[in-house]
Each structure stands twice: as C-alpha cells, then as structure tokens.
C-alpha cells in the first residue's frame, strides 16, 4: 500500500453501511469472518475428483496443490478467486470453474512474513516500520471499494488496510512499473502490504472478477507451510495428484 492509501483508505467512512461481516460468500464457514482458513475441508478420494485448469502456465507447487484443492472441494463458493503466490510474486485469476483466466507479476509487502501487526490498519503511515510491510497470507473473501482518491480496489484485507490495486507511480524513486516488468522476483517487494498489479490486468482480469459479486483471494504463505495457513487444506487425492504432476510435467 502506498503512502496516501494506508492513511485515507482506512477511514471506515469509506465502506459505510458495508459491515465487514458481510464480506462472506454464502455458504462460507465462521459468520462475521472477513479472513479465514479453508472453509471446506476436502471431500473423500474419488475417481472424479476435479482440477484446476492452469491452461498453459506452469505454477509452483503449493499454488497448484490448493488450486486443485479449491477445484474439488469448491471452496470458493461458486465465485470467481484468485491465488497470490508471495514466493514467485505472482497473482493467478481462475473463474468459478477454477479455469485460468489469466496471470501477471505482483508487487509486494517489503516484509517477509504471513500475518499483519495487530492494529496496523488503524495507524498512521509514518509510524508503520519496514518489518511490519507484510503481505498477510490466508483465505480472504474479498470486495471491490473505493479509495480517499476515489480510484476503486479490492479490499482483502479490510482490517488491516490491505487490498489489490493498479500499480501506482506516485513515489518516481521506488520504480514499481519497471520492478514489475523486470524478469526477477527479488525487486518485486516494495509495498507497504498492499498487491499491486499492472494497469491493464487490473483492467481486464482483477476489476471483472469483483465487479458484480464477491470473489476469494488465496494468499500462499511464504513462511509457514500450507496447512499451517489453511488450516482445513488437505492434499487432493492420489488420483488427483498424479494427473496434477503429469499436467506439470507435460507443460514443461
């Protein structure tokens, strides 16, 4: 999140008449949870187990296991979702279907880490340390808002100020356009905590999927392992497993 944004994007004046227990999906678990681990937990092993369809990207491990995992336990409630991948810095955007609508770079929290400071959303930017610039991971049912400056988001994190937005260039010296289009992921941390993606994919893909309902935001964790994060995630089946590593290996 930027300078401007963690400071006027918090004033709850913003969302007025928009409680954060409504940031569910139907059917999703713990009423009045805006974040929570995996609702669902898996279904049984059986021959029909579905996967996700990453068209021809090659993920990484873990965003692969728990897209399969959303794909057959429908996890994301009918809605359209999305996986932030922090150790790749990278952002896939599936539809209900959990069929690969398209994927792009991201940048980052400048902190190492999968939880936000306690309090963080309420206080003033100049006060927030370098350490505590994280990207929170975890289950996110996510809205599409409006900022102070009245460009519109989506909130993931509306506590702790954090949301997806088009990457801004206020600040000249911190060069987030060119960190984005650069082939490396080691320049890709440099937000307060917010995810920023490129103008035309906020566009295109992010601004759609939110536009008329609320969707799910995935955020893998970077530090802890994935079922430490979602805590109701559990491997797809065998079955499921071995058509994920031959569909990984074929797109090679």
């Not at 006060?127 to 519109?152: C, I, K, S, W």
């Not at 010296?173 to 993606?197: F, K, M, W």
Request: glycine share 8%; charged share 25%; with cysteine.
């Amino acid at each position: 999140m930027d300078r401007n944004e963690l400071r006027g994007d918090l004033r709850r004046g913003l969302l007025a008449g928009v409680a954060i227990a409504a940031l569910m999906l139907p059917q999703a678990a713990e009423p009045g949870a805006a974040r929570q681990a995996g609702a669902r937990a898996t279904p049984d092993a059986q021959a029909g187990s579905r996967l996700a369809d990453f068209g021809p990207e090659t993920p990484g491990p873990d965003a692969r296991r728990l897209a399969d995992w959303i794909a057959d336990s429908a996890d994301n409630g009918g809605a359209d979702f999305v996986i932030v991948d922090k150790r790749h810095a990278i952002v896939f955007v599936f539809d209900a279907q959990a069929r690969l609508r398209g994927s792009s770079p991201v940048l980052l929290g400048a902190a190492r880490g999968d939880d936000s400071v306690a309090g963080i959303g309420a206080r003033p930017i100049e006060l927030v340390q370098l350490h505590e610039r994280t990207t929170p991971a975890g289950r996110f049912v996510a809205e599409r808002g409006r900022n102070a400056q009245g460009e519109d988001v989506v909130w993931v994190d509306y506590d702790a100020a954090v949301s997806m937005h088009r990457v801004r260039t206020t600040h000249a010296e911190e060069r987030r356009a060119e960190r984005l289009a650069t082939p490396s992921i080691d320049d890709n941390r440099i937000s307060y905590g917010c995810i920023n993606v490129p103008v035309a994919f906020y566009n295109t893909y992010i601004g759609p999927a939110f536009a008329s309902r609320r969707g799910v935001v995935y955020v893998l964790p970077e530090v802890r392992s994935l079922p430490q994060v979602f805590s109701s995630y559990a491997a797809p089946n065998a079955r499921a497993i071995a058509l994920a590593a031959g569909a990984h290996t074929q797109a090679r």
